[in-house]
Nanobody, 114 residues
Framework: QVDLVESGGDLVQPGGSLRLSCFAS????????MGWYRQAPGKQREFVAR??????EYAEPVKGRFTISRDIDKNEMTLQMNSLRPEDTAVYYC?????????WGQGTQVTVSA
């Protein structure tokens, strides 16, 4: 069994910052890639960012504001979110994939509001 757990979600004012973390346990193997999706109320789930051993990728709405990083050996991942906007409000889900499959966390709530 592989578990991914997110943390760091909170209520923040527009223009503020949050740092989300995702920690994976229960596996010896590192993930080939890890990343984040988010789902806002009344919206479909959308891609946010991804990182593998060679590159990073960001969705257009978060480019220049969000930064994804990872500790490969620990299967730990961080999403630094700056200049947050109300439209960033969503539940953020982390994922990781390896030969064992694709794994998801339970989500952490990010709310951007005055």
């Amino acid at each position: 069994q592989v578990d991914l757990v997110e943390s760091g979600g909170d209520l923040v004012q527009p223009g503020g910052s949050l740092r989300l973390s995702c920690f994976a346990s229960g596996t010896i193997l590192r993930f080939y890639s890890m990343g984040w999706y988010r789902q806002a109320p009344g919206k479909q789930r959308e891609f946010v960012a991804r990182i593998d051993t060679r590159r990073t990728e960001y969705a257009e709405p978060v480019k220049g504001r969000f930064t994804i990083s990872r500790d490969i050996d620990k299967n730990e991942m961080t999403l630094q979110m700056n200049s947050l906007r109300p439209e960033d409000t969503a539940v953020y889900y982390c994922f990781g994939n390896n030969d064992g499959g694709i794994f998801w966390g339970q989500g952490t709530q990010v709310t951007v509001s005055a």
